[in-house]
Every structure is written in structure tokens, then in C-alpha cells.
């Protein structure tokens, strides 16, 4: 396995009989602890510095019980949660084989499935299933199969977070297909958003509140982590209303309950992929809540996928395979935000509009720092089985829910968008489909994400 390197003091904890005297050999290190009345015990360890050192961890207790943890790395861990597109495994992506073989190159990574078969009410202490023990990346530990482990995402960040940082990795797939973010908030994270919708009927309990945050959460909130990984929203497709106020509290709540601040608990998260058929108006909400909670809390990064459709899936256009390029955009996110690279990770972003009425065309400026050597206007064919109405690229609107097609045309760091008429445009927006049609990127290779001058005015929940 692999705890959390120093500065961070990493936790190992256990059960025993109550009052009993707990001692730890760590590193040629005695600790001491005391079990309480129901007999667990916990030890900080001393901050302990990344590198390919082993350790052998030994803990007795008064009573005689004994245990080990053995081959253990120090360094980052990232907990990588969510539904289905973050279940979706490496053996189900493109160059699965490929892939999957590279994984032997890997041994300073450390994997770890739970298992998708416990649900509770109230919170655990220990997960009921577990899918993968903590394992050595292999070909066997992330080719298991598809839907069971190894989490695609999860692996491809992982991975090329090693690669550039050279210090091992824990990765920590936890998630489950077609939840709802209601299942994985806390009681006191779903009290921040009330009137909570009601739950999904077409999957049992394991979308009713709080029951997987209870039973897949709550065992692994003593671990020390870097951060934590998310692609949901899928199920939360009509709740885009509810959804801006769940995710930014979801998000604070899982910092306060493992007690670590923003700047020591970094939280990514992947937007939407295109997806068809869908609710054009909702789906373009989900992501543009999952956009914005980077602006709104500290230490919040997203990776932009709308670019990555994929209509002929076997798993359905919402289980697009492309997983490696999702995995590199977060990976590069973390790059830049928990290990301070100077490198790029967003795409052109919206920073104002403005309207020439003299030669008729509607102007886009980006965030200076988004711009990434400059703007590029890629090609964009919508796919045979998809009406071409439905993927839009820049929109005017023109009247209530009267939106214009408009073809962009990049002028230096700008983008200028003609229209017709005396009629002033009231808006304007960007991919705002299920299926849109991404053609704008800078030069670092990152899409421009979709942005919506025009406030929602829909439902709640």
C-alpha cells in the first residue's frame, strides 16, 4: 500500500479490546496508543519523506492480538469516486491490451478497488466489500475486467502523475454506477441544499442519502489522502438546480470530515462527457456547475471531456472509452495546482462578451492565462446518428429561448461572432448541448469549455 507522504502524518488504525495497550514498530520507532471503550486505536505516524523504501509496519496489543502492514510506500494518495464513468476500467477503454501491459512498468504504484456490493444507513467502520486489496501495479491488478478494476481514469491520472513527479502513488477506486451525489454527501452536506430531491427509482437503495457515503466513505475517513478524484453527475441529470448547490457542498464537507484544509486536500473533478440522446438544456447545466465550483473554492480544478464523445460506445455515448485523455487533463490540473508545475492545464476560458452594432458581430474575450499560445479553431463533424441541430457550437440568442447558430472566427486572442439583422443579440453561449460541437482550443491542446451568459431559470431538483 501507500500512505500519505510528510508533511502529512499518516494514519494506521485498528480495533482491539477496549482499554487495551497498543504498541507500533514503525522504522525502528516505538509508538504507544490506548484503545478506547470499543477498542480502536489510531497512530500518526512521523512524517515520512516519498521515496522506493519499503517499510515493515508491526502493531501488539496488550492482549497478544498482533498485525502487520508489509511493503509499504510513502507518498501521494488520491481517492478517485464518482458513478460509472469513473467505474469504467481500463480492459473497457481504447488500447486496453497495450495498456494494460504498461502497467508493469508501474511497481511504485499501489492500487485498491472497493467493492460495490455494501450499502448502510448508518456509518461504517470498515468497508463490507472490498473489490482489490491494496495491490502492486501489474497487468493482473489493472486488467482485472471491465466494470471491476482498474478504474480507467483513476489509473491514466495515477500514472502520469508518477511519471512527471517520480514519487509513488496510492490510488483508492471507490465508486459506483448510476448513484446519485446524494448518496455519497453526509447528512450534514445534504442539510446545506434542502429540499432534497427525491431518489432515482430505476436503482434500489444505493441511491437513497447518504448510504454509500456511509458505507463506501466513512471507512477510509481516518486515511490520510492528498485528494480525491470525482466524475458523477449523470444521474443528476434533471437536478441541475440542486446540483450547483450539492457538488461545492459535498465537496467542503468531505474536507471538514478528514479534517484537512483546501490547500492540503486538492479536489478534481470531470465535467460531463457528450452524451446523446440527453436533455440539451440540463445536461450543459451539470457541467457548467462542475466549471464553476473551480472558481468558487480554493484547490478546486476540472477537466473539460465535452471534446470526447463517442457515439458508437458499446457502453452507450455517456461511457465514452477515451479515458487516458481524462485522466491526463486531471493529472495536468494536479500538476500545476498540488505540485506547483509550470505547466498547462485549461482550456481558452470565457472571461467577457461585447457587442460591435456598427459592423454587427458579437466579441468573446478569454482569460488572459487560458489562452495558452494563442486560440486555434478546430474541425467538427457531427456524427451520422445524431441530428445536426443538436450540435451546437456558439449560440446568440435573440429572444426568449430563441438561440442563433454563429460560426466563430478567431481574430488575434478574440472571437467574433457575425449576426444578422437590426435585432441585438441578448446572449450568447457555448456548447450548450449534450452532444456539442467542440472547435475551439489553444495551442496547448486544451478545449475551450462551455460557458452561458444567460442566468438558469429552471427547477430546483
Same mark, same amino acid.
Given at each position: 500500500m501507500v500512505l500519505q507522504r510528510a508533511p502529512q502524518s499518516a494514519r494506521i488504525w485498528g480495533w482491539t479490546e477496549a482499554w487495551s495497550i497498543v504498541k507500533a514498530n514503525f522504522d525502528g520507532q516505538v509508538l504507544d496508543a490506548v484503545a478506547d471503550r =470499543? /477498542?480502536?486505536?489510531?497512530?500518526?505516524? #512521523?512524517p515520512t519523506e516519498a521515496s522506493d523504501k519499503t517499510y515493515n509496519i508491526t502493531v501488539l496489543s496488550s492482549n497478544g492480538q498482533s498485525g502487520s502492514l508489509n511493503n509499504v510506500l510513502f507518498g501521494d494518495v488520491y481517492l478517485c469516486g464518482g458513478? *460509472?464513468? $469513473?467505474?469504467? *476500467?481500463?480492459?473497457?477503454?481504447?488500447?486496453?491490451t497495450q495498456q494494460v501491459a504498461l502497467a508493469a512498468n508501474y511497481p511504485l504504484i499501489?492500487?485498491? =478497488?472497493?467493492?460495490?456490493?455494501? &450499502? *448502510?444507513?448508518?456509518?461504517? @467502520?470498515?468497508? /463490507?466489500?472490498? @473489490?482489490?486489496?491494496?495491490?502492486?501495479? *501489474?497487468?493482473? !491488478?489493472? %486488467? /482485472? /475486467?471491465?466494470?471491476? +478494476?482498474?478504474?480507467?481514469?483513476?489509473?491514466?491520472?495515477? &500514472?502520469?502523475?508518477?511519471? &512527471?513527479?517520480?514519487?509513488?502513488?496510492?490510488?483508492?477506486s471507490d465508486n459506483w454506477g448510476g448513484t446519485l451525489i446524494q448518496s455519497w454527501s453526509s447528512p450534514d452536506a445534504l442539510a446545506k441544499c434542502l429540499p432534497t430531491p427525491p431518489r432515482s427509482s430505476d436503482i434500489e437503495s444505493a441511491n437513497d442519502p447518504s448510504v454509500l457515503?456511509?458505507? $463506501?466513505? !466513512?471507512?477510509?475517513?481516518?486515511?490520510?489522502?492528498? %485528494?480525491?478524484?470525482? +466524475?458523477q453527475g449523470e444521474q443528476n441529470w434533471n437536478q441541475p438546480g440542486y446540483y450547483r448547490c450539492a457538488l461545492p457542498a459535498m465537496i467542503n464537507d468531505w474536507r471538514l470530515k478528514w479534517r484537512e484544509s483546501s490547500d492540503e486536500f486538492a479536489f478534481l473533478v470531470a465535467q460531463l462527457s457528450a452524451w446523446y440522446p440527453a436533455p440539451d438544456d440540463w445536461i450543459p447545466e451539470i457541467r457548467l456547475t462542475q466549471s464553476n465550483v473551480s472558481i468558487a473554492l480554493e484547490n478546486v480544478r476540472f477537466a473539460m471531456t465535452s471534446d470526447l464523445g463517442d457515439i458508437k460506445s458499446p457502453f452507450g455515448s455517456v461511457h465514452p472509452r477515451n479515458k487516458e485523455t481524462v485522466g491526463l487533463r486531471l493529472s495536468a490540473s494536479a500538476l500545476a495546482m498540488v505540485y506547483h508545475r509550470n505547466v498547462p492545464y485549461l482550456g481558452p476560458t470565457f472571461q467577457q462578451w461585447s457587442i460591435d452594432r456598427n459592423s454587427k458581430k458579437v466579441i468573446i474575450a478569454f482569460e488572459r492565462d487560458?489562452?495558452? %499560445?494563442?486560440? @486555434?479553431?478546430?474541425?467538427? =463533424?457531427?456524427?451520422?446518428?445524431? #441530428? !445536426? =441541430?443538436?450540435c451546437v457550437g456558439f449560440e446568440l440568442q435573440f429572444g426568449l429561448k430563441m438561440w442563433n447558430a454563429s460560426e466563430p472566427i478567431i481574430v488575434g486572442d478574440q472571437i467574433e461572432l457575425p449576426y444578422q439583422g437590426d435585432d441585438v443579440p441578448l446572449g450568447v453561449r457555448y456548447l450548450w448541448s449534450a452532444f456539442p460541437a467542440c472547435t475551439i482550443y489553444n495551442r496547448d491542446g486544451f478545449p475551450a469549455p462551455s460557458f452561458n451568459t444567460v442566468a438558469w431559470t429552471g427547477p430546483w431538483g
Open positions: =470499543t /477498542g480502536f486505536y489510531k497512530f500518526d505516524l #512521523p458513478q *460509472s464513468n $469513473m467505474q469504467f *476500467s481500463v480492459l473497457a477503454g481504447f488500447n486496453a499501489r492500487v485498491f =478497488t472497493v467493492g460495490q456490493k455494501s &450499502k *448502510s444507513y448508518t456509518p461504517l @467502520e470498515e468497508f /463490507g466489500t472490498i @473489490e482489490q486489496n491494496w495491490t502492486i501495479a *501489474s497487468p493482473q !491488478s489493472i %486488467g /482485472g /475486467g471491465q466494470w471491476t +478494476y482498474f478504474s480507467a481514469v483513476c489509473w491514466f491520472f495515477g &500514472k502520469d502523475v508518477f511519471d &512527471k513527479m517520480q514519487i509513488p502513488i496510492g490510488l483508492l457515503w456511509n458505507a $463506501m466513505i !466513512s471507512p477510509v475517513l481516518n486515511m490520510r489522502i492528498r %485528494g480525491a478524484l470525482w +466524475y487560458s489562452l495558452g %499560445g494563442g486560440l @486555434e479553431k478546430r474541425s467538427f =463533424t457531427c456524427p451520422s446518428e445524431i #441530428p !445536426s =441541430t443538436a
